[in-house]
């Protein structure tokens, strides 16, 4: 039996890529008899809204979906905390105080985030305190967790790679863990088999893989799927006004019919604007 997740943020509605990924990854459980988890991912700091979490759910139902819930971030920082201390010990977090702005003004380099981190703070050591970042040594950890691989279901195995997104945050200023940290410690402790998600996150199971390793924590198999477009091949975002699915359903559309035209790739159907296809390659437009 496989174990699949929605992990949404409530930073925004729900649109129609995040309609897509849920059916993915709800698809994916069903057909192997598997189960399908959602998971709320609340611990953006002032950006998350707890009441869209609510939001999430009519808008799951509103597309004919059946999911058992666990426990959202919130509910689980001290597990992040204790995976970040085990990091620290091993001797492989370091502090850091640098702004966005230095780093892009200091940066040699890009990764699949933006300006690769100089190594300022690595190099430069400061006192750790309650204003600062926990970075990965990326090169010290490669070289303790030796080569890793992991397979993608539609690409075939892979070499782990991490190193594309060189000294990474795993405990932020801002918030309690990083992306990376808190994915990775969540489908471990929930027992997730299959980590479907955009083929636009591809790159980051590379760093997700080490972590496992790391931190000595089961290995799924990845399934990076292809993820909607609009007419300027840029994915759809909260940030660039994508419709909300709220919004639909309160206006009396079909979900079910949604779900169905989504599956079937009829998005010449009305129920979509012009433009809106599937991408499938790791390069994606910011």
């Given at each position: 039996m496989i174990v699949t997740r929605f992990a949404p943020s409530p930073n925004g509605p729900l649109h129609l890529g995040h309609a897509w990924a849920a059916i993915v990854a709800h698809d994916r459980?069903?057909?192997?008899?598997?189960?399908?988890l959602l998971r709320i991912e609340d611990i953006d700091g002032a950006r998350s809204r707890p009441e869209l979490a609510e939001e999430f759910r009519a808008d799951l139902a509103w597309l004919g979906l059946s999911w058992t819930e666990v426990k959202p971030q919130s509910q689980r920082v001290e597990r992040y905390?204790?995976?970040?201390?085990?990091l620290r010990t091993a001797g492989l977090l370091y502090p850091c105080h640098c702004t966005r702005a230095e780093i892009a003004a200091n940066a040699a380099a890009q990764g699949p985030?933006?300006?690769?981190?100089?190594?300022?703070?690595?190099?430069?050591?400061?006192?750790?305190?309650?204003?600062?970042?926990?970075?990965?040594?990326?090169?010290?950890?490669?070289?303790?967790?030796?080569?890793?691989e992991w397979t993608d279901e539609r690409r075939g195995i892979q070499q782990a790679t991490p190193d594309l997104f060189g000294d990474v945050v795993l405990w932020r200023k801002d918030a309690p863990a990083s992306y990376h940290l808190a994915?990775?410690?969540?489908?471990?402790?929930?027992?997730?088999?299959?980590v479907t998600r955009g083929i636009d996150l591809f790159r980051a199971s590379h760093?997700?893989?080490?972590?496992?390793?790391?931190?000595?924590?089961?290995?799924?198999?990845?399934?990076?799927?292809?993820?909607?477009?609009?007419?300027?091949?840029?994915k759809l975002a909260k940030r660039r006004g994508a419709a909300g699915l709220a919004e639909r359903r309160q206006n009396g559309e079909d979900g079910p019919a949604l779900a169905a035209a989504l599956?079937?790739?009829?998005?010449?159907?009305?129920?979509?604007?012009?433009?809106?296809?599937?991408?499938?390659?790791?390069?994606?437009?910011?």
């Open positions: 459980a069903r057909a192997a008899t598997g189960t399908f905390r204790a995976a970040a201390d085990a985030d933006g300006p690769l981190y100089p190594g300022t703070c690595r190099l430069h050591p400061i006192e750790p305190g309650p204003d600062v970042a926990w970075r990965l040594d990326m090169a010290r950890a490669m070289a303790l967790a030796g080569p890793l994915a990775t410690v969540d489908d471990a402790a929930d027992g997730v088999s299959v760093v997700h893989r080490l972590l496992q390793a790391l931190l000595g924590l089961p290995v799924p198999r990845w399934h990076h799927h292809a993820v909607l477009v609009g007419p300027d091949g840029r599956r079937a790739g009829r998005f010449d159907s009305s129920l979509f604007d012009t433009g809106i296809c599937l991408a499938d390659t790791i390069d994606l437009a910011p």
